[in-house]
């Protein structure tokens, strides 16, 4: 995929990328990376950057006056940090008569189908203005328990909702690598095909400056190509990388190969929102055996044995089987007062619809479950 087939392009920079080696703001790379997008936008492709660095911006312009917990210290530092960072990017944008935007979000705008909506609108008008959307979680008043993994799951998010044509994650690395990143003899993995699983060739180490690392990378990668999305993994302290990315030449990395059929926006945060499910259906064998026959088929209420959880009409639940292994996602037809009552029902609307229905095995996700994973979340 070339520049002239681009004309959507979401950036992730991660904090080691932004930072020095003593964690302070490396501005000179900003502006590097800033001068880049700028290319991109005389190119007539729009750019939705999702930066890291925060925390890291933060944690050098305020000394605590007493010893913070990890939370208190995380909301302090970014809460400082944020305003220098987006402050920066301002005046770097600016020297190139381009106009940045900050938005901070959290898990509850990709779990509500109306804030996603409402969230995923104002990025839209933004850039039909000509305005570069700059995207953080929204780290001061995150709850540890509902933050996202890192800015690489949230990425991913934005690149799903804004139906993207391709995800580029900066890292400060080249990509994956077929063995240990040090020894002479690994080699990038250049082009990673549709389904295939190289998770067995990454390190779990986390970065150093950031909360995510390469395993992380790559699972979110793996979901977002087979949504029908082009993600590439490189280096982002290389010159003029984004360019030469956009353009598809031979620069070093990793891109994962996007599903010749992509998924709808609505399949899209389906898949992307099982993190922020507010309960479950539990369906019988016979439901599970009809759900992965040859036809598209929906959630019936006459194959349903148990409701979990408390979620509203239109909320992301999760669809489980007799053995506790969830089989994948879906949004309610129904609120989960309703729904109890038409357990077992044959003549009521369906549970879950197929158009708003999301295999694990879609998604090559499967996991098993139990009843503490249903509930609804106490700060929901």
């Given at each position: 995929?070339?520049a002239?087939q681009?004309?959507?392009?979401?950036?992730k920079?991660?904090?080691n990328?932004l930072?020095?080696?003593?964690?302070t703001?490396d501005?000179?790379?900003?502006s590097?990376?800033?001068?880049q997008i700028a290319?991109l936008?005389?190119q007539?492709?729009d750019?939705v950057?999702?930066?890291?660095?925060?925390v890291a911006?933060g944690?050098?312009e305020?000394?605590?006056?007493?010893k913070l917990d990890a939370?208190?210290s995380?909301?302090?530092?970014s809460?400082?940090?944020?305003?220098?960072l987006i402050?920066r990017?301002?005046?770097?944008?600016?020297e190139?008569?381009?106009?940045?935007?900050q938005v901070?979000?959290?898990t509850?705008n990709f779990?509500?189908?109306?804030?996603y909506?409402n969230?995923?609108?104002?990025m839209?008008?933004?850039l039909?203005n000509?305005?570069i959307?700059?995207?953080?979680?929204?780290?001061?008043v995150s709850v540890?328990?509902?933050?996202f993994?890192d800015n690489?799951e949230?990425?991913g998010?934005?690149?799903a909702?804004?139906?993207?044509?391709?995800l580029?994650?900066?890292s400060n690395?080249d990509?994956i690598?077929?063995g240990?990143?040090?020894?002479?003899?690994?080699?990038?993995?250049?082009?990673i095909?549709e389904?295939?699983?190289?998770?067995?060739?990454i390190?779990?180490e986390?970065?150093?400056?950031?909360r995510?690392?390469m395993l992380t990378k790559?699972h979110m990668?793996?979901?977002?190509?087979?949504?029908g999305?082009?993600?590439?993994i490189?280096?982002?302290?290389k010159?003029?990388i984004?360019?030469?990315?956009a353009?598809?030449?031979?620069?070093?990395c990793?891109?994962?190969?996007?599903a010749e059929k992509?998924?709808?926006?609505i399949?899209?945060?389906?898949?992307?929102?099982?993190?922020?499910?507010r309960?479950?259906?539990y369906?019988?064998?016979g439901a599970e055996?009809?759900?992965y026959?040859?036809k598209?088929?929906?959630?019936l209420?006459?194959?349903?044995?148990?409701i979990s959880?408390?979620f509203?009409?239109d909320?992301?639940?999760r669809?489980?089987n007799?053995e506790g292994?969830?089989l994948?996602?879906?949004r309610a037809?129904?609120?989960?007062e309703?729904a109890?009552t038409l357990?077992?029902k044959?003549?009521?609307?369906p549970?879950?619809?197929?158009?708003?229905l999301?295999l694990?095995s879609?998604?090559g996700?499967?996991?098993?479950?139990?009843?503490?994973?249903q509930t609804?979340h106490?700060l929901r």
């Open positions: 995929m070339t002239k681009l004309k959507r392009i979401a950036i920079v991660g904090s990328v930072t020095r080696r003593d964690g703001l501005v000179e790379r900003m590097d990376l800033v001068a290319a936008r005389t007539g492709i750019v950057l999702i930066s890291s660095g925060a911006s944690r050098n305020i000394k605590p006056v007493k939370v208190s995380r909301q302090l530092y809460a400082v940090g944020q305003a220098k402050n990017y301002f005046e770097l944008f600016h190139h008569r381009l106009v940045c935007g901070l979000t959290s509850e779990g509500s189908r109306t804030h909506l969230q995923k609108n104002c839209e008008t933004m039909e000509g305005v959307p700059i995207v953080n979680e929204n780290d001061a540890t328990e509902l933050m993994t690489d949230l990425s998010l934005v690149a909702m804004m139906n993207m044509d391709a580029i994650i900066l690395v990509g690598y077929d240990d990143p040090a020894a002479p003899e690994s080699r990038v993995i250049r082009a095909p389904k295939a699983d190289i998770s067995m060739f390190r779990p986390k970065s150093v400056f950031g995510g690392g790559y990668a793996r979901k977002v190509a087979d949504e999305i082009l993600v590439i490189a280096n982002g302290t010159k003029n984004l360019p030469e990315l353009a598809g030449g031979e620069t070093v990793s891109r994962f190969l996007p992509p998924a709808s926006g399949k899209k945060w389906i898949a992307h929102s099982e993190g922020f499910a309960g479950a259906v369906i019988d064998k055996e009809v759900l026959g040859t598209a088929i929906s959630i209420f006459v194959g349903v044995t148990r959880g408390r509203r009409k909320d992301i639940i669809i489980i007799e292994r969830q994948g996602v879906g037809g129904y609120d989960s309703k109890i357990i077992g044959r003549k009521a609307r549970m879950i619809h197929y158009d708003y999301c694990d879609d998604t996700n499967g996991k098993s479950t139990d009843d503490k994973s609804e106490p």
